[in-house]
């Protein structure tokens, strides 16, 4: 069975750019969650989104947004990139909003010139 | 907000010791997770735990959720060369539904 996916693997951007990331969770699976990871840190919650709304949001400012769709796949988007938002950028899904554990994809790579 | 401790940082190791590695938090926690990290991977669950107090084995690893439920710890038996990453502990916050990551356990194995 197919695990947590996302794409791009890899992406380049420069300041001030907007940038999408796309995830699909676990067949069957309601809930998706973003979290981004700094080198060196752990992973930080962006947003928690199940059937379609959002369900939680972390400490990041309004230049990151997401939706989830029908199927339940997510985007994951960020206006006007700071170099700051260099990250891996990682998603997770579970059977529900309250529901562990999650499963993480192995990320996208955000780098910012 | 949370606060969470997970120590030691990292580790060095011979092969064939064993590991042990905890997280404290000042918060109480219904669900606490373990995940280990591989270069350019995400992160891989290795156990959840449910209720305090509970202790849970997967193969070489076991890991307890504290009867207070503000800690939890990992044990890893016997360690081999492919234990070699990050560890992290990932208690779970009903509120908002998210995961809080500890600062993670580099773990090094020497053959």
């Known amino acids: 069975d197919a695990g947590v996916t996302q794409s791009p693997t890899h992406l380049i951007k420069t300041r001030g750019q907007q940038v999408t990331l796309r995830c699909s969770p676990i067949s069957g699976h309601k809930s998706v969650s973003w979290y981004q990871q700094v080198l060196g840190q752990g992973p930080q919650f962006i947003f928690q989104?199940?059937?379609?709304?959002?369900?939680g949001r972390g400490n990041f400012p309004d230049r990151f947004s997401a939706r989830q769709f029908p199927n339940y796949s997510s985007e994951l988007n960020v206006n006007a990139l700071l170099l700051g938002d260099s990250a891996l950028y990682l998603c997770?899904?579970?059977?529900?909003?309250?529901?562990?554990?999650?499963?993480f994809g192995d990320g996208t790579r955000l780098s910012i010139l | 907000g949370q606060q969470l401790n997970q120590s030691p940082q990292s580790m060095f190791i011979q092969e064939g010791e064993d590991v042990s590695m905890n997280c404290t938090s000042s918060?109480?926690?219904?669900?606490w997770l373990w995940y280990k990290q591989d270069p350019g991977e995400g992160p891989v669950l290795l156990i959840a735990l449910y209720k305090a107090g509970e202790l849970t084995s997967n193969g070489r690893l076991t890991a307890q959720f504290g009867i207070t439920r503000k800690d939890s710890f990992l044990n890893i038996s016997a360690s081999i060369p492919s234990d070699v990453g990050i560890y992290f502990c990932?208690?779970?916050?009903?509120?908002?539904?998210?995961?809080?990551f500890g600062q993670g356990t580099e773990l090094s194995v020497k053959p």
């Open positions: 997770a899904s579970s059977l529900g909003a309250g529901e562990q554990p999650q499963h």
């Open positions: 918060s109480i926690f219904n669900t």
């Open positions: 990932a208690p779970f916050y009903n509120q908002g539904g998210k995961l809080i």
């Open positions: 989104y199940y059937e379609k709304e959002e369900r």
